[in-house]
């Protein structure tokens, strides 16, 4: 009986570990913009059966004002200033940088990004040709926001 309490008390143990160590992850995927009250969160990065890896991220207005980027996330200047075409990854390991997949008419495959409401959050996506299989983690660019180094790319 003595071991099974033991026992019982080291999963628990592990249990809220993992509780309290969930958020502060969590916090390493945000980062504030050149814009006070403005900031993004990566959602997540995944990997497909395609060989591609998706982007989802948030961007969080607590400015108090309207907040839009204009043309700065756009990848080139003779794109469409909506897009968030200029986000990119960076895989450190390897010394490669990842762009956003365009389709045939050279539109990127990613969301566009809309004027955001003070205290609201604008949710966006964006496509990539996917990194090997063996990185695990890249970093993660959007204009005027700094870097979000260590996302890991899930499947």
């Known amino acids: 009986m003595r071991l099974f309490c033991k026992a019982l008390f080291v999963v628990t143990a ?3 570990i993992g509780l309290f160590a969930a958020p502060t992850s969590a916090a390493e995927l945000k980062a504030e913009g050149t814009e ?3 900031s993004i969160v990566i959602q997540d990065l995944k990997r497909d059966e395609s060989n591609s890896v998706t982007l989802r991220f948030q961007l969080i207005n ?3 004002k309207f907040f839009h980027p204009g043309c700065k996330w756009r990848e080139a200047s003779n794109r469409a200033c909506e897009e968030v075409g200029g986000v990119h990854l960076i895989d450190n390991a390897n010394k490669k ?19 955001v409401k003070a205290g609201a959050r604008s949710n966006l996506w964006a496509k990539f040709a996917a990194p090997p299989a063996n990185v695990e983690k890249v970093t993660v660019v959007v204009p005027d926001f700094q870097p979000i180094d260590g996302v890991p790319i899930t499947q």
């Not at 940088?97 to 004027?115: E, I």
């Open 62 to 64: 607590e400015s108090g």
């Open 14 to 16: 592990i249990g809220l």
């Open 97 to 115: 940088k990842y762009l956003v997949v365009r389709d045939s008419t050279g539109k990127c495959v990613c969301s566009v990004v809309q004027q």
């Open 36 to 38: 006070p009250g403005i």
